[in-house]
């Protein structure tokens, strides 16, 4: 295997121009890098986001509870521009010390809560509103179990494989290839799960499916770093099935659409502050059509 021998210095340094496509925002620190307020809304639930997998699995979370009517999930959803470093405002940094999309701030409780990481946003949410966890032990950790799979999974799939294939300054073979053997196994593990059940957690749909459909699923679909034919993603067709089903889903289809900049125009929904936002993309979309 050809390649150029690194050698560690004693001490890292940080070196602002290593290069590859989140160059420009990353750093060794934390904290806020400006003085800047986040809006609010008239809704119980903001949100503040950008559609990646991480954040469109809280919008597909809260467009499943308004359609299952739960009135009380209403949300104004604000664009967080992650390349612009929106991330690192100073109010945005009250809310999620750690600077990553999404983070949610429930304001139908006194003092406002907090809530940052995805998985704890659906966990929260699930608990808020009692729904799309379920309520029987074992179903209910089944449900726990893939949540926290993906969690702990995604930064292989994402920070790994995604960044040395598709955002890294040149290819590396060792990475790589050592970053997609382990996406493959990923998606094999999921694949042999899904030739037996019908959802992550049984017959019941959950916050499991919609953490790890826009990750995985987006992957077997060849959304994901153009990586389809790399990664021979359609020998995983129980994934394949199961990501069908869920995207047929009208509220996933909505969830999809918030907090979008990129894309079809009728797909994108850069913020999103009512119900009728989506009637409004649905009517450009009809017009669109029959010019």
């Known amino acids: 295997m050809a390649h150029t021998e690194y ?17 420009n ?3 060794p620190i934390a904290g806020p890098t400006h003085d800047k307020e986040l809006q609010v809304g008239k809704h119980p639930i903001q949100l503040y986001s950008l559609a990646t997998p991480n954040g469109v699995k809280v919008t597909i979370m809260l467009e499943e509870l308004l359609a299952a009517g739960h009135s009380g999930a209403e949300y104004d959803a604000w664009l967080i521009n992650i390349q ?3 991330q690192f405002g100073s109010g945005y940094v009250d809310l999620n010390p750690n600077s990553k999309i999404p983070v ?4 139908s409780t006194d003092p406002v809560t907090r809530v940052f990481e995805s998985g704890s946003i659906l966990v929260y949410l699930a608990n808020k509103f009692g729904a799309f966890l379920p309520e029987d032990h074992k179903g209910r950790t089944e449900a726990m179990n893939w949540l926290f799979w993906q969690m702990g999974s995604a930064p292989y799939l994402g920070g790994g494989f995604g960044h040395f294939y598709a955002y890294a300054p040149f290819k590396m073979e060792y990475p790589i290839n050592r970053f997609a053997m382990e996406v493959k196994r990923q998606m094999d593990v999921l694949d042999r799960h899904l030739a037996d059940s019908e959802y992550m957690a049984g017959s019941e749909y ?13 992957m077997a679909k060849g959304i994901l770093y153009e990586a389809a034919e790399f990664l021979s993603v359609h020998e995983y067709k129980n994934v394949i099935r199961w990501t069908d089903t869920l995207m047929e889903r009208p509220a996933v289809q909505r969830g999809q659409m918030v907090n979008r900049v990129w894309g079809e125009l009728h797909r994108q929904l850069p913020e999103r502050h009512d119900a009728s936002d989506f009637e409004t993309k649905t009517m450009d979309k009809l017009q669109s059509d029959a010019s």
């Open 84 to 86: 612009d470093g929106n």
């Open 7 to 23: 050698t560690p210095p004693k001490v890292w340094t940080w070196d602002q121009e290593s290069g590859g496509r989140f160059a």
């Open 104 to 107: 949610m701030a429930d304001h």
């Open 206 to 218: 959950s916050i499991a499916d919609m953490a790890i459909m826009p990750w995985y699923g987006s």
């Open 25 to 27: 925002i990353n750093r």
